[in-house]
């Protein structure tokens, strides 16, 4: 009974986060979009990566700069299995902020998955800017 409520309120946990970027910038329109490359690990920054497993567990958006790129990462923590993956429809100005759209896709229905929990997250890395970076997952 617990896992068709979690079920049920997932998508309503979504569906308070969706348009994220629309609200908080009000009547701005979307601007130009950014050069971006999803960013593997391995390539990442140590120190950024130590407080990324940290929050990997429970949902997390996060930032880090170094001498010449912004680092965005968007979690969507601990999934009850693996096959999930994330999308990202793009990275662009909205005023005087960035904005980042994700989404979380789940295993199909006829995919083989590990029953063992998963920790789906992503990192795009883009030019170093100052800008704040509002979520749309």
Do not use: N, W
């Not at 997390?60 to 993956?85: K, W």
């Not at 005023?95 to 980042?100: A, E, I, M, T, V």
């Amino acid at each position: 009974m617990l896992g068709k409520r979690i079920a049920f309120l997932f998508p309503l946990f979504l569906l308070f986060l969706t348009a994220g970027c629309q609200k908080e910038t009000g009547s701005a329109e979307r601007g130009k979009d950014l050069d971006y490359t999803v960013v593997a690990v391995r390539d990442c920054p140590e120190d950024f990566l130590k407080e990324l497993e940290e929050k990997k567990i429970t949902p997390f958006q996060m930032t880090y700069m170094d001498g010449e790129y912004l680092y965005i990462a968007l979690g969507y923590g601990e999934q009850q299995t693996g096959g999930f993956s994330i999308t990202v429809h793009g990275l662009y100005e909205m005023g005087d902020k960035l904005c980042l759209e994700a989404d979380l896709l789940g295993p199909s229905k006829d995919e083989v998955v590990k029953e063992k929990p998963s920790y789906p997250y992503i990192i795009v890395k883009t030019e170093k800017t100052e800008k704040e970076v509002l979520f749309d997952d």
